[in-house]
């Protein structure tokens, strides 16, 4: 109300006038009318009237402030940032933040503005090329709009250098051309990089020579069992054999204790060759060199089941073998692993009507194939044991064994890239052994 007496007393005074008004609107909408009003003369000169325009600001006094806010938030972003902010024209600093003023130690903004970035830089950069020349580079990619971000080695006010991150931005203001530099400063970053480096060097060095001694330790360990078990063959052959002939000098009719002590001892003989047998071909499994070739593993698992299945004419076993895919594995050993496995199920399903179970889960990057049977199972928490070497669960009095073919089993799938688990809810519900193999050869 005061703003319109006001000018209503200019006009009155014969004084054109301009002013703004906010209004509300019969719809109760509120807007911002700009009043342009001039003195109305007669041909004395006598102010008789006042004529006027209105003009509907409102939209451009939304933009106005909505620009003033924008300039606000820039100019916070601008001089609050941790980073150092640089306008650049051409390859002169025009504009810069508080940060770049600290970052290089100066005392004022204008000890960086119309100076160009490689003052503050060494003549030539750590790898070797000339500071101006690629600077120049960077910036002219940058205006022919291609962003650059780079390291740089930059130089503070003192002379001492330090390493950053820049990026170069084109931007255009009013028709013209212009660059954002941010920069970084990285030099802990680096340092770490290089000290991280520094021991990830070292621990590989470590790592190989560590390496290097136990394949050392391995190949003895690997010797040492091959030669025992050969060696060992001979006189266990030789306890045999002479129970035999001690057996046959007893004549037809040998005392009880006598047979009864021979037999023990030929059995014990025979369990002593037959642990032998598998030692060496845990450790062969050990030393081969492997020969990798695309299998279908139901061509290495159906002479196995054959072989087995011949071999106990009187078991009632019924089957269930999924389509399995092709794979990349050493078929020699991969029977072993099956002629382990499905033993294995074969054994512990003995007195019952069995049923086996062959198949496959297919996973992203491999193949998890396993073998089920409803025998007596194990105490779930002892599976961690079953592929150790000479690891039972069971007596052997009532499931023959030496205890070594499922850690012949991992070997060979260690081997292959793979791993192994079993599971089972408890004895008396069957238990189910698992493999793993990469779909791909090289893996």
């Keep these: 109300k005061n703003k319109i007496l006001s000018e209503t007393s200019k006009r009155q005074s014969g004084q054109s006038t301009r002013y703004e008004l906010e209004i509300i609107t019969a719809k109760g909408t509120e807007k911002t009318i700009q009043v342009a009003a001039s003195p109305d003369y007669d041909e004395k000169g006598n102010v008789t009237g006042t004529y006027g325009v209105f003009f509907d600001v409102t939209e451009r006094k939304k933009s106005e402030t909505l620009l003033r806010e924008n300039e606000e938030k820039y100019r916070t972003l601008f001089e609050e940032s941790n980073d150092a902010i640089y306008l650049m024209e051409g390859d002169t600093f025009v504009e810069c933040n508080d940060q770049a003023v600290k970052m290089f130690e100066c005392r004022t903004r204008e000890e960086m503005i119309n100076h ?31 962003p650059q971000r780079f390291y740089w080695k930059h130089r503070k006010k003192d002379g001492s250098l330090f390493d950053a991150e820049v990026s170069l931005n084109r931007l255009v203001l009013r028709g013209k051309k212009y660059l954002q530099a941010i920069v970084r400063d990285v030099t802990f970053r680096m340092e770490a990089e290089k000290e991280i480096k520094r021991i990830n060097e070292s621990l590989e060095e470590k790592v190989k020579e560590r390496t290097c001694q136990l394949e050392a330790v391995n190949n003895e360990l690997e010797s040492f069992s091959y030669s025992v078990s050969h060696d060992l063959r001979a006189p266990v052959r030789h306890i045999a054999g002479f129970a035999d002939i001690l057996k046959k000098n007893l004549g037809s009719d040998p005392d009880k204790s006598s047979d009864s002590a021979l037999e023990k001892i030929k059995k014990s003989a025979e369990k002593m060759e037959s642990l032998i047998d598998d030692l060496l071909e845990f450790s062969r499994t050990g030393r081969l060199e492997l020969s990798k ?56 399903t003995k007195g019952k009507d069995a049923f086996i179970e062959i198949g496959v889960k297919e996973k992203e990057k491999e193949y998890e194939f396993y073998i089920k049977d409803n025998g007596i199972g194990f105490d779930p928490e002892f599976s961690n044991k079953l592929f150790g070497v000479f690891q039972r669960l069971h007596q052997e009095k009532d499931f023959p064994g030496t205890g070594i073919g499922l850690a012949t089993v991992k070997r060979i799938i260690s081997r292959h890239g793979g791993s192994v688990r079993a599971e089972s809810e408890g004895e008396g519900k069957g238990a189910t052994f698992y493999f793993t193999l990469p779909k791909r050869s090289g893996e």
Aim: proline letters at 9%.
């Design 116 to 146: 160009k970035p490689m003052e503050f830089s060494p003549p030539v950069q750590p790898d070797g090329r000339n500071t101006f020349e690629s600077a120049l580079e960077h910036i002219n990619s940058a205006l022919a709009g291609n």
């Design 293 to 348: 070739t695309k299998a279908d593993m139901l061509t290495i698992i159906e002479p196995v089941k054959k072989d087995i299945c011949d071999n106990m004419p009187d078991r009632m076993v019924e089957w269930n073998i999924a389509q399995l895919p092709p794979v990349y594995c050493d078929q020699n050993l991969f029977r072993i692993v099956w002629e382990n496995l499905i033993n294995n199920a074969c054994k512990y």
